[in-house]
C-alpha cells in the first residue's frame, strides 16, 4: 500500500476520532499489529501556530509510533499550509486534512464538513497545502453534506488534480452524523471519480468480515477503523490474518477467534499504563475512565467494573477494580472460566451488513470526547 512516497505495511488505518486516538491507544493497536498506517486525533492548526500546548500533546509521539498522520482542520489557508509544514518538520509521515468532522463547533468555523460545500476554495486549500510538503497529502471527508448534497465524487476528482495521494471517505453524510447505514455504493462513486490515486473506505468497519464486506463492495483500496477499534484494538491484526490469504489467491481461512478476557484485561492494562506514562497519573486516570468501559463491551456482564472504574485515580485503585470485577464476574462463568452461553456478548454487526439496519443490535457507541467541546 503506497501514499505517492511512503510505504505502508498493510491497507489497514486507525481513523482519528477525539480524545481517544492519542499516542497511548496508537502504541497500543501497534503493538498488538495489523495496522499500517494511525492518525492522531485532529488538531486545530491554528492552535497548532501559536504553540498551544493541548495541540503539541494531540501530536506528541514516539519512536514506537511510526508510521504516524497528523490530522489538521481549518479553514484559513495560510494556517493550514504552515501547520503541514510545522508537522513534517517534526516527522510526521504524512498529513491528512478534515473534512469529514460533522460537529458544528468545527463546522462553523469552516472546517470539518464545511469545507464540501465550497470544491473550488477547498481544491485551492489544499493545493498550498501540496505544494509546501514534500510528504503525501491526504484528505478525510464524508459523502456530503446530506443526501441532496453528496458532493464526495467531484471533491475527490478536484483533489486528486491538485496533488492529494490518497482520500478517505465515511460512508454517511454530515447530517447522519453516526447514524443510519453506510452507504457503500457511495463509497465506491468516490472509489470510481478518482483516476490514480487510492480511496480508503471508513463507517462501521466493526470486524474482520465487514472490512472484507466494504472491500467486496467498493473496490476501495484500504479500510479505516475508528470506533469499532476502541472496544477491540485486536482488529487490525484479525483482519489482516483474515483477509491475507484471499489476498494471495488462496482459499480463505476461517475467521479469527475474538481474544480471550485474559487478553483483554491484559491490553486494557498495558493501555492504563501507557496513559499514565504519557499523561501522568492523575490526568492519566481521569482520562482513562471514558477509556475503560469501551474494552467492557465485550468483557459480557460489566456493570460492576463500569460502575467502579469511573472513579480510578491512581494505579493501586485500578488494579483493586480489576481484582473485584474478576471475582464478581466468576458468577457468569463456566467451570473452565468461559462466559456461560446467556451472558455472551452478541456478534457485532456493521450496519451496511444488516437486512434491515438495527440501531441496537451490535452497535457502537459515539463516545463522549472533548470534541464535542472544543
Known amino acids: 500500500m503506497r501514499f505517492g512516497p511512503l510505504t505502508l505495511s498493510s491497507n489497514l488505518f486507525l481513523s482519528p476520532l477525539a480524545g481517544y486516538t492519542n499516542l497511548p491507544f496508537r502504541l497500543v493497536v501497534r503493538e498488538i499489529g495489523g495496522v499500517g498506517l494511525c492518525t492522531t486525533d485532529l488538531v486545530n492548526a491554528r492552535s497548532l501556530l501559536e504553540k498551544r500546548p493541548k495541540a503539541f500533546k494531540l501530536i506528541e509521539s514516539s519512536p514506537a509510533d511510526q508510521p504516524l498522520a ?23 509521515a504524512s498529513v491528512d486534512i478534515n473534512m469529514g468532522c460533522p460537529v458544528k463547533k468545527v463546522c ?79 463509497i465506491r462513486a468516490v472509489v470510481q471519480a478518482v483516476k490514480n490515486i487510492p480511496v480508503i473506505g471508513n463507517g462501521d468497519v466493526t470486524t474482520p468480515e465487514a472490512a472484507r464486506h466494504m472491500f467486496a463492495e467498493t473496490g476501495c483500496a484500504g479500510v479505516s477503523v475508528g470506533r469499532g477499534a476502541f472496544y477491540d484494538p485486536w482488529i487490525f491484526k484479525r483482519t489482516l490474518e483474515y483477509l491475507r490469504p484471499a489476498a494471495n489467491g488462496r482459499a480463505g481461512t476461517p475467521l479469527p477467534a475474538e481474544p480471550s478476557f485474559t487478553e483483554r484485561v491484559r491490553v486494557l492494562s498495558r493501555h492504563f499504563d501507557l496513559m499514565i506514562e504519557v499523561f501522568g497519573e492523575e490526568l492519566g486516570c481521569r482520562m482513562f475512565r471514558k477509556v475503560a ?33 474478576r471475582r464478581w464476574r466468576a458468577q457468569f462463568e463456566e467451570a473452565d472460566g468461559e462466559l456461560k452461553p446467556r451472558f455472551r456478548p452478541p456478534p457485532m454487526v456493521a450496519s451496511f451488513m444488516q437486512a434491515e439496519p438495527d440501531e441496537a443490535a451490535g452497535r457502537v457507541s459515539v463516545p463522549k470526547g472533548p470534541v464535542e467541546v472544543w
Open 70 to 92: 497528523v490530522q489538521l482542520f481549518g479553514s484559513v489557508p495560510e494556517e493550514m499550509r504552515e501547520a503541514a509544514q510545522f508537522v513534517a518538520a517534526r516527522g510526521a
Open 293 to 325: 468501559p469501551q474494552y467492557a463491551r465485550r468483557f459480557g456482564p460489566a456493570s460492576e467494573f463500569n460502575k467502579r472504574v469511573v472513579h480510578v485515580s491512581n494505579r493501586a485503585q485500578f488494579q483493586e477494580v480489576l481484582a473485584n470485577y
Open 108 to 186: 462553523q468555523v469552516g472546517g470539518g464538513s464545511a469545507m464540501m460545500t465550497s470544491l473550488e476554495k477547498t481544491a485551492a486549500l489544499v493545493k498550498g497545502m501540496v505544494d509546501a510538503v514534500k510528504i503525501p497529502v491526504t484528505a478525510k471527508m464524508r459523502l456530503g453534506w446530506d443526501d441532496e448534497n453528496i458532493t464526495a465524487p467531484d471533491l475527490a476528482r478536484a483533489l486528486e488534480d491538485v496533488g492529494v495521494a490518497g482520500i478517505f471517505v465515511h460512508g454517511r453524510t454530515r447530517q447522519q452524523g453516526f447514524g443510519g447505514r453506510v452507504n457503500l455504493a457511495g
